[in-house]
């Protein structure tokens, strides 16, 4: 049988430690995909991004699942893809596009191909000046900062004008700043999930109460979204605008502009949760995906 590693890491797994507080999502990703894959002859293995390469052995192709601590060791992340990828492996995404995707700089690269983004700054570092220089630049009375490397939230802020950062705090990375958009609270975030370049199913994430962050770490919640045609060929349009022909998966994050108009906030393409209780097909679109490229003969 073939076998079908889930990268995962050691918050992430079931076992007698504590787990991140969103780890149930990681339970519900694998409960969509392992019984769709079973069918197809395929058995999903849960592995520690981390673990010796040999635990490695026999496992034919490798999905991004829920390494979700890759953010602090990117290096040390693509590394291992790399290796695996050298080892015959099939990585799902390839380490091409990790490596693309790591730094939120590709955005750059999304708005001179023609897709709509949120406004932003781009810092080595910031600190009280910067996001103080960033409200006149951008136009508002309050900023979010980014990591430009990270994942689910972690290490965000948000500032006001009358709430800036003390003196001699700094972000202590490479960061990003962008105006905070009302439409965030008012209808909160869509999600559009593409498997093998086509649209699976579109969520709606809110924030909860007096939280602006959506991801479920912070209470958020999920509903699916049946997108318009607008909607849905703006972020049919980011994914055109991917210099990758051929991933097996993409979630696109979007948020409304004050235009009306739906912009990419970020373009998943690593280990993005793929939202399955609201997507109930994602199971046997990505198996069905997966077991095509399998298939292929090797070039």
Not at 101 to 116: H, P, S
Not at 151 to 162: K, M, N, P, V
Request: hydrophobic letters at 45%.
């Amino acid at each position: 049988m073939v076998q079908v590693g889930f990268l995962a890491c050691a918050d992430t797994l079931p076992g007698d430690g504590p787990r991140r507080g969103d780890a149930f999502e990681h339970d519900l990703e694998v409960a969509a995909l392992r019984p769709a894959l079973a069918a197809r002859g395929m058995e999903l293995v849960e592995i520690d991004w981390r673990a010796p390469v040999e635990r490695f052995a026999g496992i034919d192709a490798v999905l991004l699942g829920t390494a979700w601590d890759y953010q602090d060791r990117a290096d040390a992340f693509l590394a291992r893809l790399e290796d695996l990828e050298a080892r015959g492996l099939a990585v799902h995404n390839p380490p091409a596009a990790v490596r693309w995707n790591l730094d939120k700089r590709y955005l750059r690269e999304l708005e001179a191909a023609g897709a709509m983004t949120v406004p932003t700054l781009w810092h080595d570092d910031a600190g009280r000046a910067e996001v103080a220089a960033a409200m006149d630049a951008l136009q508002t009375d309050r900023v979010v900062v980014k990591r430009r490397i990270g994942a689910g939230g972690l290490g965000q802020h948000s500032f006001t004008r009358d709430t800036l950062p003390e003196d001699g705090w700094t972000m202590g990375r490479a960061a990003m700043i962008q105006p905070f958009l009302p439409a965030i609270l008012e209808e909160g975030e869509f999600t559009f999930v593409f498997v093998g370049g086509q649209f699976s199913h579109a969520v709606n994430k809110r924030a909860a109460a007096g939280e602006y962050r959506i991801q479920s770490l912070y209470g958020g919640t999920e509903t699916p979204y049946a997108p318009g045609a607008d909607d849905l060929a703006h972020a049919a349009a980011v994914v055109a605008a991917l210099p990758f022909d051929d991933l097996l998966y993409a979630r696109i994050d979007m948020v409304r502009l004050p235009s009306g108009e739906l912009a990419v906030m970020e373009a998943e393409l690593i280990e993005p949760y793929l939202y399955p209780e609201q997507g109930p097909e994602l199971g046997e679109r990505m198996a069905a995906a997966l077991a095509a490229r399998m298939e292929r003969p090797a070039a």
